[in-house]
């Protein structure tokens, strides 16, 4: 039975991580793509890919392309949500300026 080694990644590591990622990610938004696992994503920035996937581990990689794509579904909802609020809202006000009338 062989040991397995666990590669702890240091504060450089990581920061070398997260700078890349965020280069890659600035290349995916400039060509208007947002997973960052999808085929669209497969033929843009393919130099930074590698980067990426070589200077982060690849958990990391799985959950930063997936918290990319929620990030963005998450505003969105909210962004919906603050429509229909301000849509109720105005509704509100009508009925009740009709109410006084």
């Known amino acids: 039975m062989t040991e397995e080694t666990v590669h702890h990644p240091s504060r450089a590591d ?13 290349c995916l938004d400039e060509h208007k793509v947002l997973d960052a696992s999808s085929p669209e994503a497969a033929n843009v920035c393919k130099d930074l890919r590698k980067l990426y996937e070589g200077a982060c581990m690849k958990s990391w990689v799985e959950y930063f392309n997936k918290r990319r794509v929620l990030e963005v579904e998450q505003k969105e909802i909210l962004e919906r949500m603050r429509a229909q609020h301000q849509a109720v809202e105005a509704r509100a006000a009508e009925a009740k300026a009709k109410a006084k009338a």
């Open 14 to 26: 990581r920061q070398k991580c997260w700078k890349v990622r965020d280069t890659f990610f600035a």
